[in-house]
């Protein structure tokens, strides 16, 4: 009878464990943005019930004071892109899910591009912080949680429209 060391069964339970979390985030990568229960349209679901938010009458447009000329623009209010060409006009415009990690406000540049889905611009307390597409996008670029996720497709337009040295507006 083969006998196991108690070790070698957690180790076992504790990676069956990692790749089931590993399929559900993979799963949830390219999912739609859920509404939060009790969150009132034009409301975050952080709002308090009678809170001073004002609901955002276009929440969509483009955040006054976000620059000029061609840039990317990301708000972390929103969780919100929008590429922006030379003329002011949006080309396109996306939800992203925000990582743990926050770029400061005011105008970085893009400083790196990696494996054509990730796009980084900002350095927040030792971490490289941008934007990427799968679940392990920026692994090697900066700490756990520092990408900001998108859909594949609105990755592919912004690694079209960010090359090295590019704009990104970051507003609340």
Same mark, same amino acid.
């Given at each position: 009878m083969v006998r196991i060391s108690s070790g070698v069964a957690a180790a076992g339970f504790l990676a069956a464990a990692l790749a089931t979390v590993g399929m559900l985030t993979a799963a949830a990568v390219g999912a739609p943005p859920r509404h939060h229960p009790g969150a009132a349209p034009g409301r975050t679901a952080t709002s308090a019930p009678g809170s001073a938010a004002s609901p955002d009458p276009a929440p969509t447009a483009l955040p006054a004071g976000s620059g000029?000329? !061609?840039?990317?623009?990301?708000s972390l209010g929103r969780h919100r892109v929008w590429l922006v060409d030379a003329h002011e006009g949006v080309l396109r415009t996306y939800g992203v899910r925000g990582g743990t990690v926050a770029p400061a406000r005011g105008t970085h540049r893009?400083?790196?591009?990696?494996?054509?889905?990730?796009?980084?611009?900002?350095?927040?307390?030792?971490?490289?912080?941008?934007?990427?597409?799968?679940?392990? !996008?920026?692994?090697?670029?900066? !700490?756990?949680?520092?990408?900001?996720?998108e859909a594949p497709s609105d990755a592919a337009a912004l690694w079209r429209h960010?090359?090295?040295g590019s704009l990104v507006a970051v507003v609340p």
């Open positions: 000029h000329g !061609a840039r990317v623009v990301y893009v400083f790196a591009r990696e494996g054509g889905e990730v796009v980084l611009f900002a350095s927040t307390n030792g971490a490289n912080v941008g934007f990427g597409s799968s679940a392990d !996008a920026g692994a090697g670029a900066g !700490a756990p949680g520092a990408v900001m996720r960010a090359p090295m």
